[in-house]
């Protein structure tokens, strides 16, 4: 695909892709007028109950080992700052979402549980894996409480 390498274009598609299964979920998308606010959308359940979003993804897997397998592995970088990343500030965020492209996978994560965290490694399709973030993948019901 022409301009895929674009972090910008790269980053539009996660949030389309974001809007669209929302929308499937039974849930309202609002969009912000320009990028220059901490949050990609603001998405509202059918109780009225608001979460201000930010949206991240991936293309890319990386491959390690353990205990002499191969693990597929999935880094988000869930940071803002082109230069210098700087943690996403949950005052202003309340639930990030990544998206693991080739799987076509989401994990909704609440802001505080990245604890702060400049990068999110997954490995979705490895049991023996401790990750404290697989217990949000495709946790939509997140939106519904």
């Known amino acids: 695909m022409s301009g895929w390498n674009d972090n910008k274009r790269k980053g539009t598609a996660w949030e389309f892709a ?5 929308l499937k979920e039974g849930l309202d998308v609002f969009l912000p ?5 901490p949050q990609d959308c603001i998405v509202v359940n ?6 201000k979003v930010q949206i991240k993804g991936t293309s890319t897997k990386a491959v390690s080992s353990h205990k002499n397998s191969k693990i597929e592995r ?4 869930a940071a803002g700052g082109s230069n210098s990343k700087t943690p996403i500030d949950c005052t202003k ?9 080739p799987l076509d996978l989401w994990y909704i994560i ?11 490694w997954f490995s979705p399709n490895y ?4 990750s404290k973030f697989e217990v949000y993948k495709e946790s939509w019901d997140y939106f519904k409480c």
């Open 110 to 120: 609440p802001c505080l549980a990245l604890n702060n965290a400049v990068s999110v």
């Open 33 to 37: 007028c320009g990028d220059h606010l």
């Open 93 to 101: 965020v309340d639930v990030v979402a990544c998206y693991i492209l």
């Open 46 to 51: 059918g109780a009225g109950t608001v979460f």
């Open 127 to 130: 049991e023996e894996t401790k």
């Open 74 to 77: 999935y880094k988000v970088v």
């Open 18 to 22: 974001f809007y669209a299964r929302a």
